[in-house]
């Protein structure tokens, strides 16, 4: 079936360090890859998004690159700040548009 | 709009009571989606509904489990003869339309059953 591998976390950096967030995934057909954020407090919120090979989705500053040959979807920073600590998670879409989702990464910017 | 909206944010209930949680949609969005997280774990589907019609159920929801959306607006899940298993953020979200839209997520309920 389904699924996405994220790494485990917490990830604690400093600020202005260069962010990676590993995601694998396996799934049957063409899916969509997602990675949301989950700030302290409040709700799942869209970071970006990819819907086909080679895509790269970019927000914020952050951007991952839909990577068919390796299943991958990592998401990167290169200059990370104390507002972005939060948690990540890595999803993508099944064919009947269900979101399966990766058990999330903790990330800490210390000052 | 201010977004998808749930309540109550924090519920506490003794094992063997029944809850129930609401959440309010996105006004125009048709798809509303019922997920729940335990602590470090990403969302699982529980169920989703095209306007009022309940068109998929995991298998995750037990018959005790069971939601509603009256009249395509809001939702309602149900949890009869809680147990402590069932402590969990119960979160809903919604989109627009069919085929992938962006999900909006409400802020969640947490649910602790003692």
């Known amino acids: 079936g389904n699924s996405v591998t994220q790494m485990e976390g917490p990830v604690t950096l400093s600020e202005e360090a260069f962010l990676t967030i590993n995601c694998t995934y396996t799934?049957?057909?063409?899916?969509?890859l997602f990675w949301y954020v989950q700030y302290p407090g409040e709700g799942l919120q869209l970071l970006l998004k990819?819907?086909?090979a080679d895509d790269k989705g970019s927000n914020k500053g952050f951007e991952a690159t839909y990577r068919k040959e390796t299943t991958s979807f990592h998401l990167e920073k290169g200059s990370v700040q104390v507002s972005d600590s939060a948690v990540y998670f890595c999803a993508l879409t099944d064919s009947n548009y269900q979101l399966i989702w990766g058990a999330g990464t903790k990330l800490i910017i210390k000052p | 709009d201010t977004g998808v909206s749930q309540d109550p944010r924090h519920k506490i209930t003794k094992r063997g009571q029944n809850v129930t949680f609401r959440c309010d949609p996105i006004?125009?969005?048709?798809?509303l989606y019922w997920y729940r997280q335990t602590l470090g774990q990403g969302p699982e589907f529980l169920t989703y509904f095209q306007n009022e019609a309940q068109l998929e159920k995991s298998r995750l929801l037990s018959d005790r489990f069971s939601a509603e959306r009256p009249k395509g607006s809001f939702s309602t899940l149900e949890i009869q003869r809680t147990e402590q298993g069932d402590s969990a953020m119960y979160l809903c979200?919604?989109?627009?339309?069919?085929?992938?839209?962006?999900?909006?997520f409400g802020p969640g309920t947490r649910l602790t059953v003692t």
């Open positions: 990819a819907t086909k």
């Open positions: 979200a919604s989109s627009l339309g069919q085929g992938y839209y962006e999900q909006y």
């Open positions: 006004s125009e969005h048709n798809r």
């Open positions: 799934a049957t057909g063409y899916p969509s």
